[in-house]
Nanobody, 124 residues
Framework: QVKLVESGGGLAQAGDSLKLSCDGIGRSFTGDGMAWFRQTPGKEREFVASSVWRIGQEYDVEIAKSLQGRFTISRRKVTNTVYLQMDNLKQGDTGLYYC??????????????WGQGTQVTGST
């Protein structure tokens, strides 16, 4: 059974940092894209960052424009893990953060596998 297990969410003060982790279990995602999305009640799932294998150059990363400079995505092939480093957190970063894998791009429909989500709450 293929699973994505997220961890690292929690409550953070404005300006704090959090690092989310997502472990892929049941198959290798080394050659596939892995990504992070977030969602708040009443809104659509929003693209945060993605990491896609590019032959000869390791992983090609993309960060949502509004989050560039604060969020960083990274991968660890050996453990089939993707990370999301979030710095200088703001109240507007509050949401349920989902890990996605087995696809590519900035839309939820582009991914085959999803985690259950980990809650991030930013406070003033």
């Amino acid at each position: 059974q293929v699973k994505l297990v997220e961890s690292g969410g929690g409550l953070a003060q404005a300006g704090d940092s959090l690092k989310l982790s997502c472990d892929g279990i049941g198959r290798s995602f080394t050659g596939d894209g892995m990504a992070w999305f977030r969602q708040t009640p009443g809104k659509e799932r929003e693209f945060v960052a993605s990491s896609v294998w590019r032959i000869g150059q390791e992983y090609d990363v993309e960060i949502a424009k509004s989050l560039q400079g604060r969020f960083t995505i990274s991968r660890r092939k050996v453990t089939n893990t993707v990370y999301l480093q979030m710095d200088n957190l703001k109240q507007g970063d509050t949401g349920l953060y989902y890990c996605a894998a087995g696809g590519r791009g900035g839309t939820p429909a582009g991914y085959a596998y999803w985690g259950q989500g980990t809650q991030v709450t930013g406070s003033t």
